[in-house]
Structures are given as structure tokens and as C-alpha cells.
């Protein structure tokens, strides 16, 4: 079975401050791991994908699979990333299902 | 490109009644995912087509049924509906060659009262 937790249901930053959103998961095989966000009134959307390794918008989470967490960092939060933002699991094969958290609404206080 | 369209965007129903949904993909993605989504929850998969193959279920009743047409829309089918059916439903797509990289549309909120 897999399953996806993201601990916090709420974080609020100030402005400037580094942030992470944590992501545990549980899968026995090799998952793949992203970062969906749903910005106010907008559609979800991808976020970033652990296997391109790239930072989007500032924004990075590196695979731990010791502690089976997908962590999503941003050193010096802005404003405009107030959004709702879901880590998601897909256990590969030939099914490419998301199995999603519960979901981090983030606050940025200016 | 418009993404991922769906219809309607809202729907009001009574218990025991049926609805379907629809949803257009991305031009050029052959997938077609959906998603219930329960306020206070993230999205729950539900079915996901490729090339109008059935690729994956959830852990959903059989009351839950979709299809895929050959321009690759899909429709999603609800029967005898419940209260605990009120949800966003959501669809997504994906390319061929990135089938993991999902494309969401904006829902369909349906209530059941």
C-alpha cells in the first residue's frame, strides 16, 4: 500500500524566512515523488518531479529514502507562494496513479 | 491551448440519482486520470485510462464507471448517488512520454442532497 503524510495541515511564515514543507511517505519499491500547489483560485498544478532534481520558483525537496521523507524547502519565502500545496506518490509500473497528503496550506504574513 | 477542460463545473443531484461527467485533455495527451476530492482532503484517485484501455481503479464502488473515447475525452459515471459522494472531481492528463507529469482541470463540484 502507499500512503502520503504531510504532518502539518497549516504554516505560517513571515516574509523572508526560509520554510519547509514536510512529506513522509510509505511504498516498498522505488516511488516517484512531487509537489503539487494550488494557488488561490487557480487549478493544482505540478510543482516540481524528485527525479529532475530541478528548482522551480525557488523552491527544492530532495529525496530521503532512509527516512522515506520528500521534504519542499525555500530558503526566503515570498508572498506569492500562499498556496495549498500537496505531496503526491506514484509507485511507477505501468499505473501512474498520484496517491496524495492531506495537504500544507502555507501563509506568507508580509 | 485552453488545458484540460471539464463540464459542468457545478452540479446539484438528489441521493439515488445518476450524473455523469466529462473532461477534455491537453491536445496530444492520451491519459485521462480521475480524482475525488473531499473537502479537508487531498485528491483520491479513481480511474486511469490510456489509449481508451482502463490503466488503474481505486478503492472506489462499482457505482464508479468511466470510459475513454477515441479523440481521448473521457466521461466519469456515478450511480446511485450518496450524500458522501459530494466532492470535487477532478481530471487529469498526461502525454505519452511523461505519464507521470499529471495536467489538472478545475473540477466539477457535485453536491448530493
Known amino acids: 500500500a502507499q500512503r502520503v503524510t504531510q504532518p502539518e495541515k497549516l504554516l505560517s511564515v513571515f516574509k523572508g524566512a526560509p520554510v519547509e514543507l514536510k512529506c513522509n511517505y510509505s511504498?516498498?519499491?522505488?516511488?516517484?515523488l512531487f509537489w503539487y500547489v494550488q494557488y488561490s483560485r487557480q487549478r493544482l498544478q505540478l510543482l516540481l518531479r524528485h527525479i529532475s532534481r530541478e528548482s522551480i520558483k525557488g523552491f527544492t525537496a530532495d529525496l530521503n529514502k532512509g527516512e522515506t521523507s520528500f521534504h519542499l524547502k525555500k530558503p526566503f519565502a515570498q508572498e506569492e507562494d500562499s498556496a495549498m500545496y500537496y505531496c503526491a506518490l506514484s509507485g511507477g509500473g505501468s499505473n501512474y496513479k498520484l496517491t496524495f497528503g492531506k495537504g500544507t496550506l502555507l501563509t506568507v504574513n508580509p | 491551448d485552453a488545458g484540460v477542460t471539464q463540464s459542468p463545473t457545478h452540479l446539484i443531484k438528489t441521493r439515488g440519482q445518476q450524473v455523469t461527467l466529462r473532461c477534455s485533455p491537453i491536445?496530444?495527451?492520451?491519459?485521462v486520470s480521475w480524482y475525488q476530492q473531499v473537502l479537508g482532503q487531498g485528491p483520491q484517485f479513481i480511474f486511469q485510462?490510456?489509449?481508451?484501455?482502463?490503466?488503474g481503479r481505486g478503492n472506489f464502488p462499482d457505482r464508479f464507471s468511466a470510459r475513454q473515447f477515441p479523440n481521448y475525452s473521457s466521461e466519469l459515471n456515478v450511480n446511485a448517488l450518496l450524500l458522501g459522494d459530494s466532492a470535487l472531481y477532478l481530471c487529469a492528463s498526461s502525454s505519452p512520454g511523461r505519464l507521470y507529469e499529471q495536467y489538472f482541470g478545475p473540477g466539477t463540484r457535485l453536491t448530493v442532497t
Open positions: 491536445s496530444g495527451h492520451k491519459s
Open positions: 511504498y516498498s519499491g522505488s516511488p516517484e
Open positions: 485510462y490510456y489509449e481508451k484501455e482502463e490503466r
